[in-house]
């Protein structure tokens, strides 16, 4: 797993090296003496603020930032990555009431046997395929085993023409409804599953 803080201050250079391995799952270096790849597969998992100071959109206090720096800060993340990532979630601030708040949630060891038995469902589902996960379906794979019904043939077409949706975006939703499916222990993607992944893309960054 490689865990980026403060996506943006890594450089749009450095981020845009990012984009072979998260496609490929290898990485090639090349010198003068010759080309190597190395394996690369992990998860990426990456954080930032909406602005610079941390502000934008925040119910209690103002963001100092111009528009043109907010602008600045979040080109930094290009469309092709952000396009790689499967899941997009915006987090605000959390109040004192909740975090109070002494009720427990779920507890780990539950969340741990759902996903445990998703991992078992897809080994399953891909057996003999070389893959182990959802996420590394092809799309010869994603054709075959992530059929969706006509309400959720419409919902697609309807996402695709709202979120401007690439050829790859739209395998992404579908390998992801196909995990949400099998977290849910459902033998089909239901419409509801369709749904949750379809808004966890990530939305355009730009102002
Ligand atoms: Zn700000």
Known sequence: MLFLDELPEFGTRVLEVLRQPLEDKVVTISRASG??????????????????????????????????????????????????????????????????????????????????????????????????TNGEMRPAEVHKFCEVDEAGHALLRAAMRQLNLSARGYHRVLKLARTIADLAGSGEIQVAHLAEAIQYRPRSLQL
């Open 35 to 132: 080309t190597l790849t190395f394996p690369a597969n992990f998860i990426l998992i990456a954080a930032m603020n909406p602005c610079p100071c941390g502000y934008y959109g925040d119910t209690q206090r103002e963001c100092t930032c111009s528009s043109a720096m907010i602008a600045r800060y979040r080109q930094r993340i290009s469309g092709p990555l952000l396009d790689r990532m499967d899941i997009y979630v915006e987090v605000p601030r959390v109040e004192y009431e909740k975090l109070s708040d002494s009720r427990r949630g779920e507890p780990s060891a539950a969340i741990r046997a759902r996903v445990e038995g998703a991992r078992a469902r897809q080994r399953e589902r891909l057996r003999g395929l070389s893959i182990l």
